[in-house]
């Protein structure tokens, strides 16, 4: 992860897909302190090995000022909005921040890949354009 946190023309990008790849806490740390990723808006994490030390130090960055949407599934780690149930129209019954997600936002404040709405818009109806 240190090589790629080091290329220049991440600056250019809004959206990263990581997902499949074993990055693991301290790869997602090293990725974090890359100059390069100040844009990023979108970040699918999901099956890359991330725990709950991996989402405190995602929620500490301040390097991240974009960051919208994080996409934590299939990891060890539950940290973002859960929808639970489904209307005829799809929409969910609920949605409910897990407690390590209600931690991070205490500890760091609100954050829009954890705000809670946010897990309402992305599991009835989310634009892209949001994201």
């Known amino acids: 992860m240190t090589d790629i946190a080091q290329v220049a023309c991440l600056d250019r990008l809004v959206a990263l ?3 499949g790849n074993p990055i693991g806490d301290d790869g ?3 990725l974090v302190d890359s100059p390069h990723l100040r844009r990023i808006r ?7 090995g991330i725990g ?3 989402a405190e130090t995602l929620a500490a960055t301040r390097n991240l000022p974009a960051l919208r949407y994080v ?3 299939r990891n060890p780690v539950e940290v973002t909005a ?3 149930g489904q209307h005829i129209d799809g929409s969910p019954v609920w949605v409910e921040m897990p407690p390590l997600g209600q931690e991070l936002i205490a500890r760091y404040g609100p954050l829009p890949w954890l705000d809670i709405q946010w897990g309402w818009r992305l ?3 989310a634009l892209w354009d949001e994201v």
Do not use: E
């Open 17 to 19: 897909d990581l997902r």
């Open 42 to 48: 979108w970040l699918g994490l999901a099956r890359c």
């Open 82 to 84: 859960q929808g639970h």
């Open 28 to 30: 997602l740390a090293t």
């Open 52 to 54: 709950p030390a991996g």
């Open 123 to 125: 599991y009835s109806i």
């Open 71 to 73: 996409d934590l599934r």
